[in-house]
């Protein structure tokens, strides 16, 4: 296991990346590159069978029959068809996406395969817009953290949606946002400055980088209280 003990620095200081977002509101901006969606998908379900990756994902975030199940930015449905048969009738799993049109694609797939366990619903770059229920036993975010552009707000939207054992579960690369990765260290301290404490951290070199999974910890804060990253030279 790597690092519980991951040390982010996250000094609340000014912004360095750019200003602070009209629509921000009262959160913070990210201090650092977002990355611009460029595909639905982030290789060939094939080639990720053949590395059994969403087979050890599962495993190592503990998602077994009966749970509820959130895959956010869930484009192809690479996960959301794997999660449906793991959790079984008696679980549910809910595939969000911001894109209509990949939504749409979703959907009909969903309804081809007949997966009665599936419900898909359109976010928004902000807000997954998940039921605030505290129903969900894991949020997968799969190769799609460093697209969201507000990252405060959107832990921040999540929290009510989590059992008191949920688990929100990220896969990435270690490389910068830019490049279509999150750095250990940015991911830790913009979980940490929402109220998250990280769980588990492990090297997944079948999805491409690593997996990270976080638990809500103590009230949820105030979005103007929320102080954002920024990582040290």
Not at 84 to 102: H, N, Y
Not at 140 to 152: G, K, R, T
Request: aromatic share 6%; hydrophobic share 35%; glycine share 10%.
């Amino acid at each position: 296991m790597a690092t519980l003990a991951l040390l982010a620095a996250c000094d609340g200081g000014p912004a360095t990346v750019r200003e602070k977002p009209d629509d921000a509101g009262p959160f913070p901006a990210a201090d650092r590159p977002v990355a611009r969606i460029v595909s639905p998908r982030w290789s060939t379900e094939e080639a990720r069978d053949r590395l059994n990756e969403s087979g050890e994902v599962m495993d190592k975030s503990g998602v077994t029959k009966g749970m509820t199940v959130a895959d956010i930015g869930a484009g192809e449905g690479y996960y959301t068809i794997r999660l449906a048969s793991r959790v079984g009738k008696d679980g549910r799993v809910l595939a969000e996406d911001i894109v209509p049109e990949v939504r749409d694609a979703l959907a009909q797939r969903v309804a081809r395969d007949r997966l009665d366990n599936v419900s898909v619903k359109l976010g928004e770059p902000a807000n997954p817009k998940l039921p605030d229920n505290g129903s969900f036993d894991r949020v997968l975010m799969v190769h799609m953290y460093h697209e969201i552009e507000q990252p405060y707000e959107f832990l921040w939207r999540i929290r009510p949606s989590l059992k008191p054992d949920g688990q929100i579960v990220v896969v990435d690369a270690n490389r910068p946002t830019q490049d279509h990765g999150t750095p250990p260290k940015l991911l830790q301290c913009e979980f940490a400055a929402v109220g998250y404490q990280l769980v588990a951290f492990d090297e997944m070199p079948s999805a491409g980088g690593y997996m990270a999974r976080f638990r809500a910890v103590g009230p949820r804060p105030e979005p103007r209280d929320i102080k954002a990253c920024r990582l040290g030279g």
